[in-house]
């Protein structure tokens, strides 16, 4: 018997979205590598609480990444270089606890990991161990690939991210990475060099579509696309710029389908006139 197939002893090969391919457990990265093989497209969404991410689970997600991108939509802060270990554990673990079925990925925040290998080693297992994550995702490329390496090595898969990466807006900007031959050339270099030391995905971001297509047809790991095109393997989207949750500009690149914002305020101010009016509560909602 293959270790894949030993991974999953019912021999399904169904897709990851829209099938039944791991659906009595969670799914591993051995399910996203056959995927890539299949020539399979799936979702992958960012959560941050329990029950936002039950939801996404029940509707198939195969993917969640618990993403730094908290500090900006979750707890406030002007980017994502604040967010700390001790936040990302409490939210990955909540995550996981909300989830039954996804592969639950989780960042390494700015500052966790960029001391050396060493340091990544115990950022990524404080994760897995007291927050359950699947995986870890880390920024960078050639310079990242130690703290990769080691991370592999010690049973830790890990979820690369180039291109645009967040960690690094004080000397990157909010711009698109990879324009120009050397730029792409680098990119690729970049994506291949993860892919050797053992990552298991690599995520584009803001990245020319042309370039991000490259980039997929050359490797045999799966690429994740956001802001990158539709030639990715994959697609992740902040799910608050996906359910219109963002208040102001969003990004060009994400699509809004629903506007949970009005929704909420709609709901918000229902309930405080009917309090104001002294319409609630009725008998229906009273106890005696």
Same mark, same amino acid.
């Given at each position: 018997?293959?270790?894949? $197939?030993?991974?999953?002893?019912?021999?399904?090969?169904?897709?990851?979205?829209?099938?039944?391919?791991?659906?009595?457990?969670?799914?591993?990265?051995?399910?996203?590598?056959?995927?890539?093989?299949?020539?399979?497209?799936?979702?992958?969404? /960012?959560?941050?609480? !329990?029950?936002?991410?039950?939801?996404?689970?029940? %509707?198939?997600?195969?993917?969640?990444?618990?993403?730094?991108?908290? &500090?900006?939509?979750?707890?406030?802060?002007?980017?994502?270089?604040?967010?700390?270990?001790?936040?990302?554990?409490?939210?990955? !673990?909540?995550?996981?606890?909300?989830?039954?079925?996804?592969?639950?990925?989780?960042?390494?925040?700015?500052?966790?990991?960029?001391?050396?290998?060493? #340091? !990544?080693?115990?950022? %990524?297992?404080?994760?897995?161990?007291?927050?359950?994550? &699947?995986?870890?995702?880390?920024?960078? &490329? *050639?310079?990242? @690939?130690? +703290?990769?390496? @080691?991370?592999?090595?010690?049973?830790?898969?890990?979820?690369?991210?180039?291109?645009?990466?967040?960690?690094?807006?004080?000397?990157?900007?909010?711009?698109?990475?990879?324009?120009?031959? *050397?730029?792409?050339?680098?990119? @690729?270099?970049? $994506?291949?060099?993860? #892919?050797?030391?053992?990552?298991?995905?690599?995520?584009?971001?803001?990245?020319?579509?042309?370039?991000?297509?490259?980039?997929?047809?050359?490797? *045999?790991?799966?690429?994740?696309?956001?802001? $990158? &095109?539709?030639? /990715?393997?994959?697609?992740?989207?902040?799910?608050?710029?996906?359910?219109?949750?963002?208040?102001?500009?969003?990004?060009?690149?994400?699509? #809004?389908?629903?506007?949970?914002? +009005?929704?909420?305020?709609?709901?918000?101010?229902?309930?405080?006139?009917?309090?104001?009016?002294?319409?609630?509560? +009725?008998?229906?909602?009273?106890?005696?």
């Amino acid at each position: 018997m293959t270790f894949e $197939a030993a991974q999953n002893p019912s021999g399904d090969t169904k897709s990851l979205y829209g099938g039944t391919s791991a659906r009595n457990r969670r799914v591993t990265v051995h399910d996203i590598a056959a995927a890539k093989r299949r020539g399979e497209k799936w979702p992958m969404l /960012t959560a941050y609480d !329990a029950m936002t991410a039950s939801v996404f689970d029940e %509707a198939g997600i195969p993917v969640m990444l618990v993403g730094d991108s908290m &500090g900006n939509v979750h707890l406030g802060y002007e980017t994502t270089v604040p967010v700390t270990l001790d936040e990302m554990t409490i939210l990955s !673990a909540a995550v996981v606890r909300g989830t039954k079925r996804a592969l639950v990925v989780g960042d390494l925040p700015f500052g966790s990991y960029q001391e050396g290998p060493v #340091q !990544a080693l115990r950022s %990524a297992t404080r994760l897995v161990k007291d927050a359950g994550v &699947g995986a870890v995702k880390l920024e960078g &490329g *050639e310079r990242s @690939l130690p +703290q990769t390496e @080691l991370l592999v090595q010690a049973g830790i898969p890990v979820m690369s991210h180039l291109g645009l990466t967040p960690q690094s807006v004080n000397t990157l900007g909010y711009r698109v990475q990879g324009r120009g031959d *050397e730029a792409a050339h680098r990119l @690729l270099h970049d $994506a291949k060099s993860a #892919q050797a030391a053992g990552a298991f995905a690599v995520v584009l971001e803001l990245v020319p579509a042309e370039v991000a297509a490259e980039i997929t047809r050359s490797l *045999e790991i799966p690429t994740i696309g956001i802001g $990158a &095109g539709p030639g /990715t393997d994959a697609q992740v989207l902040v799910y608050t710029d996906m359910v219109g949750l963002t208040g102001g500009k969003v990004p060009r690149f994400t699509k #809004q389908y629903a506007n949970l914002r +009005q929704t909420l305020g709609d709901a918000a101010k229902a309930f405080a006139d009917e309090v104001a009016g002294g319409t609630f509560p +009725q008998e229906e909602h009273t106890f005696h």
